[in-house]
């Protein structure tokens, strides 16, 4: 059973640097064709994709926001962590992470992390 | 980069009766690479439809996807009050992947 959670801060103030780690198990980043991905929704809003890495550590981001995003695995933990600079209030949002399956569908999610941004 | 459009916004039904939603994408995708996911309230999405088509495990086979190029349709055949939700397409077909804007099903 693949399970995955996130972590990190609930508030972060504006310019700040976010570190989001999502601790996952059921599934390894060493499998050929494993990933992981980072999907944020707005209080209210859409969902929006930011970024994915896979086994072989390729690394992909939106390019809305690639200037600002960081994804790193560490394999031996099980962990994929997120960093987004230079926060702003219009980053407040559940962060999640979900595990990429077959052509790129998500497939666990975790269970979100409420990130909110004060000026 | 490919744009998905959702249909309508918000599709107001009883139980019992036929949903059908709608998803455009701005490019041609593969079938392989659209999928359909269900989220409520306080909760994280869960995937419904994979490769257009194909349920995901433990999904009720009220759930069917189809569609292909451009214009994808995911249809419940008898809404239980159980499926209402708001529901996302998502491509793979290319990156960045993007989601739609959403169709929230409510009850009428």
């Known amino acids: 059973q693949i399970t995955l959670k996130e972590s990190g801060p609930t508030l972060v103030k504006s310019t700040q640097t976010l570190t989001l780690t999502c601790n996952f198990s059921g599934f390894s980043l060493t499998t050929v064709g494993a990933g992981v991905g980072w999907i944020r929704q707005p209080p209210g809003k859409a969902l929006e994709w930011l970024a994915l890495?896979?086994?072989?550590?390729?690394?992909r981001y939106n390019p809305s926001l690639k200037s600002r995003l960081t994804i790193t695995k560490d394999t031996s933990k099980n962990q994929v962590v997120l960093i987004m600079t230079t926060m702003d209030p219009v980053d407040t949002a559940t962060y999640y992470c979900?595990?990429?399956?077959?052509?790129?569908?998500?497939?666990?999610w975790g269970q979100g992390s409420l990130v909110t941004v004060s000026s | 980069e490919i744009v998905l459009t959702q249909s309508p916004g918000t599709l107001s039904l009883s139980p019992g009766e036929r949903a059908t939603l709608s998803c455009r994408a701005s490019?041609?995708?593969?079938?392989?690479?659209l999928a359909w996911y269900q989220q409520k309230p306080g909760q994280a999405p869960r995937l419904l439809i994979y490769g257009a088509s194909s349920r995901a495990t433990g999904i009720p086979d009220r759930f069917s996807g189809s569609g292909s190029g451009t214009d994808f349709t995911l249809t419940i055949s008898s809404l239980q009050p159980e499926d209402f939700a708001t529901y996302y397409c998502?491509?793979?077909?290319?990156?960045?992947?993007?989601f739609g804007p959403g169709t929230k099903v409510d009850i009428k």
């Open positions: 890495i896979f086994w072989d550590d390729d690394k």
């Open positions: 998502q491509q793979s077909n290319s990156f960045p992947f993007s």
């Open positions: 490019q041609s995708v593969s079938s392989s690479y």
């Open positions: 979900a595990c990429r399956q077959g052509t790129g569908w998500f497939d666990p």
